[in-house]
């Protein structure tokens, strides 16, 4: 079945940097666009960011600047580089596959940005 398995999280300074990846499985990866997605407590889950088969990116204003999105086809995942943290960056991020709604989230990687 499909799977997101999300990694690379941690606990970092403002102005710190971590990079997240996601390993999918369950689906032809290479022929869908990919996506970053981020819940913090109390709020609804966002996009983040995503890219396409073509390696087009698109990025929340939130993140525009600090935040990088790739993907690696050969190996199923998808990354994110995130630079110069900040405090309300905190969040538990998730990868999926936009617009898929009968896939089940993975468990996704706890981001904490504080001194």
């Known amino acids: 079945q499909v799977q997101f398995v999300e990694s690379g999280g941690g606990l970092v300074q403002p102005g710190g940097s971590l990079r997240l990846s996601c390993a999918a499985s369950?689906?032809?990866?290479?022929?869908?666009?990919m996506a970053w997605y981020r819940q913090a407590p109390g709020n609804q889950r966002e996009l983040v960011a995503h890219?396409?088969?073509?390696?087009?990116?698109t990025y929340a204003d939130s993140v525009k600047g600090r935040f990088t999105i790739s993907r690696d086809n050969a190996k199923n995942t998808v990354y994110l580089q995130m630079n110069s943290l900040k405090p309300e960056d905190t969040a538990v991020y998730y990868c999926?596959?936009?617009?898929?709604?009968?896939?089940?989230w993975g468990q996704g990687t706890q981001v904490t940005v504080s001194s």
């Open positions: 999926k596959v936009p617009g898929r709604d009968g896939d089940s």
């Open positions: 890219i396409t088969t073509r390696g087009i990116t």
């Open positions: 369950g689906f032809i990866f290479r022929i869908y666009t």
